[in-house]
Antibody, heavy 119, light 111 residues
Framework: QVQLMESGGGVVQPGRSLRLSCETS????????MHWVRQAPGKGLEWLAV????????YYADSMKGRLTISRDNSKTTLYLQMNSLRPEDTAVYSC????????????WGQGTLVSVSS | QTVVTQEPSLTVSPGGTVTLTCASN?????????PGWFQQRPGQAPRALIY???NKHSWTPVRFSGSLLGGKAALTLSGVQPEDEADYYC???????????FGTGTKVTVL
């Protein structure tokens, strides 16, 4: 079945960088656009970024534009999120989400990895 | 800044019907926003229910349906079950479906 497993979270000081990974299995990764979504503690969902199936296009939410880079390695069926200049308000659970091949939407979510930005 | 707004909370009786809505501060929500709906139970990852306004995933219970209603996207739960108690989020796409914006979320209580 479809599996999405995020890693790379942890405690990081303000201003530092972090790279998250999302290892996938159970589906043809190279066919699907992929997204990152985050959820701050006790708050709602926030869409962050999307990358096309082949990595040729990527788009970012204005809230973190300039500090995020989404990328993928289709040979490793893995999605990445590079986050720079982290701030305390970036503290959240970061989840990778599979985009649909036919139609526009999200269909499968990982459990997420917690990033805590604190000195 | 684009803001997508949902009712903060709704209460429904078991077996009843409730409709959640999703509005955009940029104007009427249309099929071009490809509205999606997600359910999140406490401590769990979100689960996709609806995509592109009214299309269901293979796992979506029949009692969930999506539509457009008065310039908003809507999710209707008919014959509500106790396990439907959860937070629900809509997702709208903008800028040629390049950018997504989640709604503020609705907490549904079954009482």
């Amino acid at each position: 079945q479809v599996q999405l497993m995020e890693s790379g979270g942890g405690v990081v000081q303000p201003g530092r960088s972090l790279r998250l990974s999302c290892e996938t299995s159970g589906f043809t990764f190279s066919n699907h656009p992929m997204h990152w979504v985050r959820q701050a503690p006790g708050k709602g969902l926030e869409w962050l970024a999307v990358i096309s199936y082949d990595g040729g296009s990527h788009y970012y939410a204005d809230s973190m534009k300039g500090r995020l880079t989404i990328s993928r390695d289709n040979s490793k069926t893995t999605l990445y999120l590079q986050m720079n200049s982290l701030r305390p308000e970036d503290t959240a659970v970061y989840s990778c989400v599979r985009g649909m091949v036919r139609g526009i939407g999200l269909d499968s979510w990982g459990q997420g990895t917690l990033v805590s930005v604190s000195s | 800044q684009t803001v997508v707004t949902q009712e903060p909370s709704l209460t429904v009786s078991p077996g009843g019907t409730v409709t959640l809505t999703c509005a955009s501060n940029t104007g009427a929500v249309t099929s071009g926003h490809h509205p999606g709906w997600f359910q999140q139970r406490p401590g769990q990852a979100p689960r996709a229910l609806i995509y592109s306004t009214s299309n269901k995933h293979s796992w979506t219970p029949v009692r969930f349906s999506g539509s457009l209603l008065g310039g908003k996207a809507a999710l209707t739960l008919s014959g509500v079950q106790p396990e439907d108690e959860a937070d629900y989020y809509c997702l709208l796409y903008f800028d040629g479906a390049r950018l997504g914006v989640f709604g503020t979320g609705t907490k549904v209580t079954v009482l």
